[in-house]
């Protein structure tokens, strides 16, 4: 079991907007902006689409923002392209100052 | 534009150690902390622990003694060492590259993978 709580699958439609959650507790996602959101194609390395809770990175699409209230996280993608169907993970600072991941959420474009 | 390469052993007999090397090319080591996180569909992603560039190892607790880790920047390498693995230790590990002890900005870069099996 995952230290944060994702939701196991999302789906939407091309066109459509869906968020991902992550939930954890004030030891982490409450108590620190320091969320972090990946998508990881199948067989490949996650790759960093938003960090610092709402920021991202250099050449990651504005389809792509993440919000933050109390101990939930969210990601959300706007504007859903088949190219977005992917796994996507959270992840978290910890006050014992380890990096908690999320279980991952597979995101079905339909 | 950075790139991390994991390389080591495919195969590791139970209760010996999982020896596993990260290269870092296209950019420099400084200022940077270097991970190392592993992946299994049992247990997600899970982060093992990392080491900023001029040394200073931090661990997940959760591996105890087990993992070592060490860094040479001169050869713009850093190494992970877990001991007495067992099964369990089977995973995708990933070298993958911070910018902030507390993870502000996420983990930006990641090798590519490599598969270690116990």
């Known amino acids: 079991q995952s230290a944060l709580t994702q939701p196991a699958s999302v789906s939407g439609s091309r066109g459509q907007s869906i968020t991902i959650s992550c939930t954890g507790t004030?030891?982490?996602?409450?108590?620190?902006?320091?969320v972090a959101w990946y998508q990881q194609f199948s067989g490949k390395a996650p790759k960093l689409v938003i960090y610092d809770v709402n920021n991202r990175p250099s050449g990651v699409s504005n389809r792509f923002s993440g919000s933050k209230s109390g101990n939930t996280a969210t990601l959300t993608i706007s504007g859903l392209q088949t190219e977005d169907e992917a796994d996507y993970f959270c992840s978290a600072y910890n006050i014992r100052g380890i990096l908690l991941f999320g279980g991952g959420t597979k995101l079905t474009v339909l | 534009q950075v790139q991390l390469q994991e390389s080591g052993p495919g195969l590791v007999k139970a209760s010996e150690t999982l020896s596993l090397t990260c290269t870092v090319s296209?950019?420099?080591?400084?200022?940077?902390?270097w991970n190392w996180i592993r992946q299994t569909p049992w247990k997600g992603l899970e982060w093992m622990g990392n080491l900023f560039y001029s040394g200073n190892p931090n661990h997940n607790p959760s591996l105890g003694s087990r993992i070592s880790l060490s860094i040479d920047e001169s050869k713009k390498q850093f190494h992970l060492k877990l001991s007495t693995v067992s099964a369990a230790d089977t995973a995708v590990y990933y070298c993958a590259r911070s910018r902030n002890v507390l993870f502000r900005y996420g983990v930006d870069v990641w090798g590519q993978g490599t598969t270690v099996a116990v």
């Open positions: 004030s030891n982490d996602v409450g108590g620190y902006t320091y």
């Open positions: 296209g950019g420099s080591m400084k200022n940077y902390y």
